[in-house]
């Protein structure tokens, strides 16, 4: 038998905390939609500056899980168990949760630019907490959209309407955006389902490049994806973090059956 | 990976095995043309190679094909790769037959050594066996089958090409007259070695295909 088909069984790979920088970690994590447990059993480690990718069925869980991990569940789930953001249970009332999320950013599945210019999309959060400098702000603006991969096609537009922008263009503004509040870690729900192959193509390399300097966290629907973009992959299947390895081990030689069926496409 | 993929790679599969079949028939085939210096039978070997190398590059463009088109991971992807490698190692123990059946053609009018014939007829014997076992072993995905099989032949096979080349050598020495055949002799001792090593090389790849385990057997 090469993996193994207990339903019960699931792998988790742990990191030495010795010799790995641990960014984020969940720990007993449940996440409740009034009284339905909606997604248990994922303690996770994501080591600093790498990609990891979140795979599994629609409804698995893997979203609540994002979210939960920069306290977007809030208002919607009871969230109970520690996410330790370096070595701090952010999953407290006391954490002040836009501390978080400027941490912790996300990049939504649609590319949802402000009804502003490119310009006040990146500045938007910077302008609200009191930077006027105008300096300040176009050095933040050009870092930022050069990081994202966009600069080159958007620096003579800065002022247009950011609603004017292509799929792949937006998408990689709201990544300048979700970066100008300098995060450490970068979570994006689907960021390239919307986006055309070229596009999606650009936003892989940008996310590579990116990878250098924060830790990503991804869900994808797209298995190539994660097999060509993520160095982590974990598999979720009803609410739960079944296999969570090397991307590499999960694509080739799965632990677990039910990952090998799911990596595979065999959903018979 | 869904219907489609499965169809195709059970006749990707089906091919590989009729290639196997047709290669395993080539083996005997040249093996008892050679001890029964059959010149017509080791023509049919030379000619039906054709056929072998044709199939051998139909399945590449298959592999290839399927790798681009459906991108297959963990035992998909090792049914695919598996195939890819394992045909390579088919296709050359194929030409490994058709050497021995042109040294059956070249052979002929030459002085012969009896002696020498009997172990190579015994060997060809082994290593057609060895490779049908081979054969078998990825055809049933058995990794159990496939070392067993290595193990099993490896130190037989060794012995019985030492069996021929000592009295070859010797004979040399001794008459002139009798070098070219046991050049020859020679030859198809060291074609026959090659298709167990072949045969050998199959039998990783069953314990690949069963495990994703690349390992070296021998």
New interface residues.
């Given amino acids: 038998m090469?993996n193994s088909n207990n339903p019960t069984d699931r792998f988790i790979y742990h990191f030495n905390p010795e010799e790995t920088t641990i960014t984020m970690q969940t720990k007993n994590l449940e996440v409740y939609y009034g009284k339905t447990l909606a997604m248990q059993h994922a303690d996770i480690q994501f080591k600093q500056n790498t990609i990891t990718a979140l795979i599994g069925p629609s409804g698995s869980g893997k979203s609540t899980f994002l979210r939960s991990l920069n306290r977007m569940n809030d208002d919607v789930a009871t969230v109970k168990g520690q996410i330790l953001y370096q070595g701090v249970d952010i999953n407290q009332p006391k954490i002040d949760v836009y501390e978080v999320r400027r941490r912790i950013g996300m990049v939504f599945q649609r590319p949802n630019p402000f009804a502003k210019s490119i310009y006040g999309n990146i500045t938007f959060a910077l302008e609200r907490r009191g930077i006027h400098d105008k300096r300040v702000l176009d050095e933040v603006v050009e870092k930022t959209l050069k990081q994202a991969a966009v600069w080159d096609q958007v620096k003579d537009n800065l002022h247009k309407s950011a609603l004017s922008l292509s799929g792949g263009q937006a998408q990689r503004v709201c990544i300048a955006r979700a970066l100008a509040v300098q995060p450490d870690v970068l979570l994006l729900d689907e960021p390239a389902s919307a986006l055309d192959p070229v596009s999606t193509q650009q936003l892989e390399q940008t996310l590579r490049e990116l990878k250098q300097d924060y830790t990503i966290i991804i869900v994808t629907h797209n298995?190539?994806q994660a097999?060509r973009l993520s160095d982590y992959t974990v598999f979720f299947n009803l609410g739960e973090a079944i296999e969570y390895n090397k991307t590499r081990k999960v694509?080739?030689?799965?632990k677990i059956e039910l990952t090998?069926d799911y990596?595979?496409?065999?959903f018979g | 990976m869904g219907k489609v993929f499965d169809e195709e790679i059970m006749t990707l599969k089906s091919d590989f095995m009729k290639l196997g079949a047709l290669v395993s028939q080539a083996v005997a085939n040249a093996g008892h043309a050679f001890i029964d210096h059959d010149t017509k039978a080791a023509d049919t070997v030379i000619t039906n190679d054709h056929e072998i190398n044709h199939l051998q590059i139909h399945i590449e463009k298959r592999s290839f094909e399927m790798i681009a088109l459906y991108q297959p991971v963990t035992g998909d992807l090792r049914e695919v790769v598996g195939i890819l490698k394992a045909v390579t190692d088919l296709e050359r123990a194929g030409d490994h037959a058709r050497n021995i059946a042109r040294s059956t053609i070249s052979i002929k009018g030459e002085e012969r050594i009896p002696e020498v014939e009997t172990i190579i007829a015994a060997m060809a014997k082994e290593v057609s066996q060895q490779y049908n076992e081979s054969i078998d072993s990825y055809g049933e995905a058995d990794e159990k089958k496939a070392k067993q099989t290595a193990q099993q032949y490896d130190q037989k096979i060794d012995q019985l090409y030492d069996d021929i080349a000592a009295p070859s050598y010797q004979a040399m020495a001794k008459h002139p007259d009798i070098v070219n055949s046991a050049i020859i002799y020679l030859n198809v001792a060291k074609d026959l070695g090659r298709i167990s090593d072949y045969s050998t090389n199959i039998c990783e790849w069953t314990v690949y295909l069963a495990t994703g385990k690349i390992i070296e057997l021998n």
């Fill in positions: 090469l298995m190539q097999a694509f080739t030689r799965p090998d990596v595979s496409g065999n």
